[in-house]
Each structure stands twice: as C-alpha cells, then as structure tokens.
C-alpha cells in the first residue's frame, strides 16, 4: 500500500495500476530481492576498499614484527603485514559468499501472482530484461515462498560482521 501510495504520487493515476497482473507476493519478491541486490553491491565496494586499506597498511608493514596471539596470548613472532594479510583472505570469502548469494538471487519473481499466475497476457521476459534479472523463476509456488536467498545473505551477512568484530576486537585491544 506504501510502494502504491508513493508510486502514486511520482506518476500520478498510472501508479494504482500497479496492482494490474501482480500480487502483493510477487512484489514483496521482487522488492526484497532488488533490495538485497542492491545491498549485495554496495557491500561489495565497500569489502574492496577495506581490503585495498589493509593491503595498503601491509605493503608498509612487510618488516614490522609483532607478537602472534593464539586464544589471545602471545604465542610466536610474526610479522604484522603476514597477520593484516589474514584479514584480506577473510574478506575475499565473505566477496565469494556475497557473489554466490548475488547469482542464486537473479530470477525475477514478478507476474507469478499470489500463487498459480495471473490471467492477463504479460512478459515476463520483459520485466526480466527491465530489473536486470537473469531470467524468470520457474514455479510461481515456490517463488511466492520462496526467501532462501534472505537466508544465504544473512548467513554471509553474519560470517562478514563476525570478521569485521574479530578484526575491531584486536584493534580495541591493542589500543
């Protein structure tokens, strides 16, 4: 009712068409599916910059010995750009986390209706194009329930925050 209210007022009387062939199922799909999309991508730059951050800091530090720490207690030298360097494999499994989440999110979910479809002669092939999905999702039940993709971004959600607290944890300490 609030994406109508507001489509509404952008474009006037054309936007409580918005309804016309679609569900509210298949548009909370697609909403939480370009939403997540566009979270994926800025998640994304901001990974890629904070690892070009500690590869920067690690060019300067390839000398700089440090204490390793094993269950927080010093355990053997090493050097701080091998330990800054850990942080960026960390992240690159969090980017191949993100990417994987990224293309199982793809399918376009709109014109599958509440449930079986819809009556009126629509292209999905042409809303596929428009959202930039890859192609439309196959079985209008399970893309009405579908929210694996939700699951698998908060699950690489939650394994990117954990490495961001381990990495803030050590930078709290040291200080």
């Known amino acids: 009712m609030d994406v109508e209210a507001l489509l ?4 006037g009387e054309a936007g409580k068409k918005l309804h016309t062939a679609r569900s ?3 548009q ?3 909403d939480f599916r370009l939403w997540i999309r566009d979270t994926l991508d800025v ?3 901001a990974l890629k910059a904070l690892q070009e951050a500690l590869l920067k800091l ?3 530090h390839v000398d700089t010995i ?4 094993t269950h927080s207690q010093p355990a053997q030298p090493i050097v701080f750009a091998h330990h800054l360097l850990a942080y960026v494999e960390m992240f690159n499994r969090d980017k191949e986390r993100f990417k994987n989440n990224f293309s199982s999110l793809m399918e376009n979910p709109l014109g599958v209706g509440a449930l079986t479809g819809t009556s009126f002669n629509i ?10 999905f890859s192609k439309p999702t196959r079985n209008s039940i399970d893309t009405v329930s579908d929210r694996d993709f939700v699951l698998d971004f908060l699950y690489a959600a939650s394994v990117c925050s954990m490495h961001i607290s381990r990495i803030s944890e050590e930078l709290i300490i040291w200080n």
């Not at 509404?8 to 474009?11: N, W």
């Not at 440090?66 to 720490?69: A, E, K, L, S």
């Not at 292209?123 to 930039?132: I, P, S």
């Open 58 to 60: 690690a060019e300067s």
């Open 66 to 69: 440090m204490p390793g720490f």
């Open 43 to 45: 998640t994304d730059t």
């Open 123 to 132: 292209d999905r092939e042409y809303t596929t194009k428009k959202l930039k």
């Open 28 to 30: 909370v799909a697609t």
């Open 8 to 11: 509404t007022e952008i474009v």
């Open 24 to 26: 509210r199922n298949d």
